[in-house]
């Protein structure tokens, strides 16, 4: 199986490398009398190949927006016959000896069912639900992203020390943060239970800078008592740390910020519609008036990035659909672990435990137009109803032609597709020869992007 190469222009050298390294061991078995399948294909890459047309249709002065869904789409299916076009060409230029009849395309219709068939299969097992949680938020491409598709990198920034004064009015404690502009959805200062100095304060209340709202001195062992302070705000919309400590606290969740980090109506009203930067500035500028700003220093620190956009990601409280991963990994990790599954180099598999071992809830779903779209519809009331079509829908739960439903406007990650490549492919969830002949298939080779 070729991993699909991603529609969004041409192939390049680490393509050409891969593609050799598969086609001499489909060669080599092939001269060995084995049954070689080497099946080509490519993959509609939903956010990538999106921004590559955004951007066509950018410089021609014109917003996806301005063209609606359809004409956007029909936009983008030009450009993948232009680019796919394009690759089917180079392939055949190395030499690929692939089974060019078998090329598919992970929206072709085929795959396309097959994806509905597992959400469905999935959401029936209790393994996809949608739910209200924090995920990686994209303010310029408007849409969540999953952890794979995070750049952390070390940057130069700064720690600010704040001053939270006590509500008694006999002192105050001085909160380090690399986020000021956040302090607004700041629900505790939390403290080590452990550290001495502040022992005494636990339970307190505080004035929150700025906001004059009150909120709680709580004990938590996450606090490392060594970094700044020892005392960190606790801002459980806008940080997973915070997020897990808020919820072991039962503390209110805050959303600070609109879709494209700009402050919202929850914020006072002299700082409401600031872009994070600008209300970063105005906060620092306030506090250091009110004499609450005890002083600044410069700061390492990592810093999430989109892959695609460049943007700095915001931990953002939103509606999503989520893969249950947990039970999924399970089986996964056994399969490396008695040796049915092998890593080459065998050190890949240290990672690839790693990873499965601390994995969370895949988040699925994308604020996108290119994809396949989520199997679900919604009545005027909101209760969702998952099916294979909006006619499956209405059978299973008659509903008549005078119920109103809308599908969710949202599409899968492409990799929800992408995963299931090597058996959607070859016909499932149909029993096809194919599939009882290539599959399970005995080979992937891939690399860094």
């Not at 598999?349 to 601390?358: A, I, V």
């Not at 597709?417 to 080979?443: D, I, K, M, N």
């Amino acid at each position: 199986m070729i991993p699909p190469p991603n529609v969004t222009g041409t192939l390049h050298m680490g393509h050409a490398f891969n593609h050799t390294l598969m086609d001499t061991l489909t060669r080599y078995h092939r001269m060995r009398g084995d049954d070689a399948l080497w099946q080509p294909g490519t993959d509609h890459a939903g956010i990538a190949t999106q921004m590559v047309v955004e951007r066509q249709l950018e410089a021609e002065g014109v917003r996806r927006t301005d063209l609606g869904r359809e004409a956007f789409l029909e936009r983008v299916w030009q450009w993948k016959a232009q680019s796919g076009g394009t690759m089917s060409a180079q392939m055949r230029r190395l030499g690929d000896s692939v089974d060019w009849s078998r090329e598919r395309f992970t929206l072709d219709e085929g795959l396309s069912q097959a994806v509905i068939e597992v959400f469905v299969r999935l959401y029936e097992e209790g393994l996809i639900y949608r739910g209200t949680r924090l995920v990686n938020w994209d303010p310029v491409l408007l849409t969540a992203l999953s952890d794979l598709e995070v750049q952390s990198e070390e940057e130069d920034g700064q720690l600010w020390h704040l001053r939270y004064p006590l509500e008694d009015g006999t002192g105050h404690v001085v909160v380090a943060t690399t986020r000021p502009e956040t302090l607004f959805g700041d629900t505790a200062v939390a403290v080590n239970p452990d550290d001495e100095r502040y022992r005494h304060l636990i339970g307190k209340q505080l004035r929150l800078p700025l906001a004059e709202r009150l909120i709680p001195i709580i004990a938590d062992a996450h606090v490392d008592a060594s970094f700044g302070s020892g005392c960190v705000k606790i801002t459980p919309a806008h940080d997973f740390n915070d997020n897990e400590i808020g919820r072991r606290h039962g503390l209110a969740q805050i959303n600070i910020f609109t879709p494209r980090a700009e402050l919202n109506d929850n914020v006072p009203e002299r700082f409401r519609g600031l872009e994070r930067g600008a209300a970063r500035r105005r906060v620092l500028a306030d506090l250091e008036s009110a004499g609450l700003l005890e002083r600044t220093e410069r700061h390492r620190m990592t810093v999430p990035r989109g892959d695609r956009s460049g943007a700095v990601l915001e931990p953002y409280l939103t509606d999503q659909w989520f893969v249950s991963v947990a039970p999924l990994a399970g089986p996964a990790i056994a399969a490396v672990e008695s040796g049915r599954t092998r890593f080459i180099p065998e050190g890949w598999s240290k990672t690839y435990f790693e990873w499965m071992r601390n994995i969370r809830d895949w988040c699925i779903s994308r604020q996108l137009w290119w994809g396949h779209r989520i199997p679900a519809w919604y009545d005027e009331q909101g209760t969702v109803y998952v099916g294979r079509s909006e006619q499956d829908v209405r059978g299973r739960h008659a509903l008549g032609p005078q119920v109103a439903l809308r599908q969710d406007p949202d599409v899968l990650d492409t990799w929800f597709s992408s995963a299931l490549w090597p058996f959607s492919t070859l016909g499932w969830p149909q029993r096809t020869a194919e599939l009882e002949r290539y599959y399970p298939t005995t080979v992937l080779l891939t690399g860094f992007d």
